[in-house]
């Protein structure tokens, strides 16, 4: 290895050390990474500020979109009511059997959180639904780690949070594992409360009767869609809808429109590349996300339509801003990595550390795994950022296959690590430590990791 690559690896072990002590967050420290690489592989300053700085800054522009309108569509969904009203709901139905309130719970949470992200989100339904669990008999704990498996289903389908892979990996790439990730995430929870919560034998009636109920509340779907869009159309509707007032069936399936808009243009069009005359899995998705939230601001306030969705918008922008400005970051490292002058310089550094086969790299991946904890070097939103930048940029494994190494290793980060931000809360809420969470759910997580890496193996 040349000096140059051994001052290359030096700087990005040092900036990882500082994002891992918490010393340097994940935003500053990548574009510093990026400007490191620069330097090392000797771009002149003209070309870095060209086209790392201000072409970085500008290469994830659709994936900042994508959120910013994801984001936006969330806070349609929290301030309509939609996502209390469901939570309810489902507590209706499942009676005080504690099975039934952890599998209604659970499903409840996930299809609320296929329209929205973020602590605001987990706060509004972890508030509701935790008590909702631990009053009908399930543990604290129990309760706290169902709570987690529901919002990790949610987001598998939630494609507003693939943003962070659609940048780095690409739209195609990011979405290859979409629907294995979803049913890895729907098997664990299932395995988790099938395990762990008693069956119970509560006046909720039974499992027959409670499908039934279920299927009843789909039915009633059309005719409130119809009612709703007649009395939209013809005035009747106040403008203001009390948020006490139960809301609609129609109304509370907006959270998964977005997913349905995209089906329908994925058959329509076809989701690809424009090139090929398809619609941009991105373009879809905003598309989605606009029509899903003027669908939910008519049938809860529609005479508050516009204030309704300019509020969202700006609300959405503060909700998210800490995440742009890391995707700034992240395109900056990337277009550093991709560069022809830095090429010569990182290849040498990665062959001397990384394995020569596909396998092996997986290997490590489901080994070193808990490495996403605790802002670890796999953590996507801070040190595995610029891990994945460089290993795309050296173009020996395919796209596909690394994002699908990194989102094994975020089902890991995204449930059991201490350090986030919704871990805590959920934590102090119910009264249980984190690491009780963490020894708690590590075994499944590290489960759904192992999963998705034996498909990635299969598929590549």
């Known amino acids: 290895m040349s000096i140059t690559g051994i001052l290359l690896l030096g700087g990005f072990v040092l900036f990882a050390a500082l994002m891992v002590a918490r010393i340097l967050p994940a935003l500053l420290a990548l574009p510093l990474m990026a400007a490191w690489i620069a330097w090392c592989a000797g771009l002149p300053f003209l070309t870095w500020a060209n086209e790392v700085l201000l072409g970085g800054a500008l290469r994830l522009s659709s994936a900042i979109a994508l959120v910013v309108f994801g984001s936006m569509f969330a806070k349609v969904i929290q301030k309509t009511g939609i996502s209390d009203a469901i939570i309810k709901k489902a507590a209706e139905l499942a009676g005080d059997r504690p099975i039934a309130i952890a599998f209604l719970m659970l499903a409840a ?174 373009a879809a998705a905003i598309l989605g996300f606009l029509v899903s939230a003027l669908y939910a601001s008519l049938m809860t306030r529609p005479k508050q339509t516009i204030n309704l969705l300019a509020g969202a918008f700006v609300e959405g922008i503060q909700d998210v801003a800490g995440v742009l400005f890391l995707f700034i970051g992240i395109g900056m490292l990337v277009t550093a990595t991709a560069h022809p002058l830095a090429a010569p310089v990182l290849k040498p550094v990665l062959t001397s550390i990384l394995p020569a086969s596909l396998t092996g790299l997986l290997i490590i991946f489901a080994i070193f795994a808990p490495a996403a904890l605790y802002r670890g070097p796999f953590n996507m939103f801070g040190m595995g950022a610029g891990i994945a930048a460089i290993l795309v940029g050296f173009g020996t494994f395919p796209p596909e296959a690394l994002c699908g190494m990194f989102l094994a290793v975020g089902f890991v980060q995204a449930v059991a690590d201490p350090t986030n931000s919704h871990n805590t809360w959920i934590g102090g809420f119910t009264g249980v430590d984190t690491a009780e969470i963490l020894r708690r759910i590590l075994p499944y997580s590290w489960g759904m990791c192992i999963l998705m890496l034996l498909c990635v193996s299969f598929t590549h």
């Open 109 to 282: 949470t996930a299809f609320v959180f296929t329209g929205m992200s973020g602590l605001g989100a987990v706060l509004m339904v972890g508030s509701i639904a935790l008590p909702i669990m631990t009053s009908t008999g399930i543990s604290p704990l129990d309760a706290a780690v169902i709570l987690l498996l529901g919002i990790n289903l949610g987001l598998m389908a939630n494609i507003a949070s693939y943003g962070t892979y659609i940048g780095v990996f690409g739209s195609e790439a990011a979405l290859y594992y979409y629907f294995p990730g979803i049913a890895i995430s729907a098997l664990a929870a299932l395995v988790y409360i099938l395990r762990n919560i008693p069956r119970g034998t509560g006046e909720g009636g039974s499992l027959p009767e409670l499908a039934m109920s279920i299927l009843k509340g789909i039915a009633e779907i059309p005719v409130s869609l119809w009612h709703g869009l007649g009395a939209v159309f013809s005035g009747r509707q106040q403008g203001l809808v009390i948020r006490k007032k139960e809301l609609s069936p129609a109304a509370l399936i907006a959270p998964v429109l977005p997913l349905v808009f995209i089906g329908c243009a994925g058959m329509v069009f076809g989701l690809g590349s424009p090139k090929n005359g398809a619609i941009d899995p991105v």
